[in-house]
């Protein structure tokens, strides 16, 4: 039996809204945008989400999909019942109150840092799932002002552990979040010059920004930090201003609480052996990279510390696949069934320590016969003054994983691009678009391609006219 998430007296008592036609109606679901919708749901009319839409205008879209009630805030004249309120955002806000608050959460967790974040949210939640605790996790990379209160709102009464992702672009916007979110652990996954241009004391701004995590925690809640992080000592001095006392690391560093101790890195995989607070663990990721096998202790630190079974949670990482966009294979049908054309997409987000970690991914997969090693790459932005340096720093990297060709868009990725020797430029284009056209038809059998770039980017369209091939 699915687990009723909202009745209508809760939705009133957290929103304040008005009730009309019907009040004796109960929700397994929240949405916000009508084409998830399934049966069952509370939909929500948000105005000024995706791209400026007035969510009243898809509320019978809504209510022909299932939906058992909308939170508007005019009547609408639909045959669906509804709860009016002054502002949608405000309500989903006190929804995502009302649901922190009614869960008897054992532990709330919040994650934040410059890369990584998507990756140690599932992990934790795929660990925890194979625990004796119920949690509830972020949907997708739902991490900002809100996507945080939207996870909220969709957490059961039931929930054990809440796993919530937590991003920014600016200062002063982690604080509300977690805030809203309350977690008793805090996990920074790095610290890197990504969103830089939006801070004019560069990467202090960062630190500080990203240390906001801890503005909604007391005293008896723990941080798990970064040991190998040039600026590990800039976090633990903020966790220790913050008034926490339980600080935990993770890393290669001799000192690390979650230490790795062996990292076995394969094409298609790494073998990880480690001590996460002096007991041993070894499991097999599906994900390639020293970063994601490091990443993974700062998961299994945190389960541990919430007191969940540590063997359980390392055994169940190993079911864990990539995430779309962040480092998943693909096929690609290239005219010769015995020799595909392989695709490395990483093309939902990028940054100069991202990139470099792609890379080295990309060095370890092995072309085909007759293949070649190919970047296909989109500007990293919010860069601000650094970003043509910054892409001029990934020629070195480029060569040294033993790419035999660079195509790319966008004007920062022209530096790299004339960077690069001749024998290694493909081609270069304004946009992505422009690429996509061009990047097929260069391709032969048995080529490996990486394709990456920030999501502005939009190098996903570079994606889909490879994928196109095989139809």
């Given amino acids: 039996m699915t ?90 806000v006190d929804l995502g109150q009302f649901a922190r608050n009614r869960a008897a959460l054992q532990k709330s967790i919040a ?13 934790l939640n795929t660990a925890f799932e194979a625990t004796h605790l119920r949690p509830h996790a972020s949907i997708k990379s739902y991490n900002n002002y809100v996507g945080v209160p939207f996870t909220l709102a969709n957490m059961k009464a039931s929930t054990d552990v809440g796993v919530f992702e937590i991003g920014m672009n600016h200062a002063n916007e982690i604080t509300p979040l977690s805030k809203m979110v309350r977690p008793n652990i805090a996990i920074i996954t790095w610290i890197a010059a990504v969103h830089i241009e939006n801070f004019d004391n560069g990467i202090e701004g960062i630190i500080q920004a990203k240390s906001e995590i801890f503005d909604g925690m007391d005293a008896y809640g723990s941080a798990i930090l970064p040991r190998d992080n040039d600026h590990y000592a800039a976090l633990v001095a903020n966790a220790k201003t913050a008034g926490l006392s339980k600080i935990y690391s993770f890393g290669e560093h001799e000192e690390a609480d979650a230490k790795l101790i062996d990292a076995i890195i394969a094409s298609n995989g790494t073998r990880v052996m480690a001590d996460i607070d002096g007991e041993r663990v070894s499991y097999t990721l599906l994900i390639p990279g020293k970063h994601q096998a490091i990443n993974s202790l700062s998961a299994l630190l945190a389960v541990k510390l919430a007191g969940g079974d540590l063997q359980a949670a390392a055994y169940a990482l190993e079911q864990i696949e990539p995430v779309e966009g962040r480092g998943n294979h693909e ?22 320590v991202a990139m470099n970690a792609a890379f080295k991914v990309l060095a370890m997969v092995d072309p085909g016969r007759g293949g070649r090693r190919i970047a296909v790459l989109g500007d990293m932005l919010e860069l601000g003054a650094q970003a043509k340096k910054m892409h001029e720093d990934l020629a070195m990297p480029l060569q040294a994983a033993g790419v035999d060709l660079l195509y790319c868009s966008g004007k920062h990725m022209k530096a790299l691009y004339d960077k690069m020797p001749p024998a290694n430029q493909g081609e270069h284009r304004e946009t992505a678009e ?38």
Avoid: C
């Avoid at 004796?24 to 839409?53: E, H, N, P």
């Fill in 3 to 92: 687990e009723i998430l909202w009745t209508a007296d809760e939705v009133q008592k957290a929103t304040e809204g008005k009730l009309i036609n019907g009040d004796d109606w109960k929700a397994t679901g929240f949405a916000m945008d009508s084409r998830t919708v399934t049966s069952g749901d509370i939909f929500i009319a948000m105005v000024g989400q995706r791209g400026g839409l007035d969510g009243h205008d898809f509320v019978q879209s809504a209510a022909d999909n299932g939906a058992v009630a909308a939170i508007v805030t005019r009547e609408l004249d639909i045959n669906i019942p509804q709860i009016i309120v002054k502002d949608s955002y405000r309500a989903m």
């Fill in 111 to 123: 994650i934040t840092g410059s890369v990584g974040k998507t990756g140690v949210r599932k992990m």
């Fill in 331 to 352: 096929k690609i049908n290239s005219g010769d069934p015995d020799n595909p054309i392989t695709l490395i997409n990483e093309s939902y987000n990028a940054s100069p």
């Fill in 434 to 471: 422009e690429l996509a056209e061009i990047v097929p038809d260069a391709l032969v059998p048995g080529d490996v391609v990486m394709v990456k770039g920030s999501l502005g980017s939009k190098m996903k369209a570079v994606v889909e006219a490879m994928r196109a091939m095989s139809q």
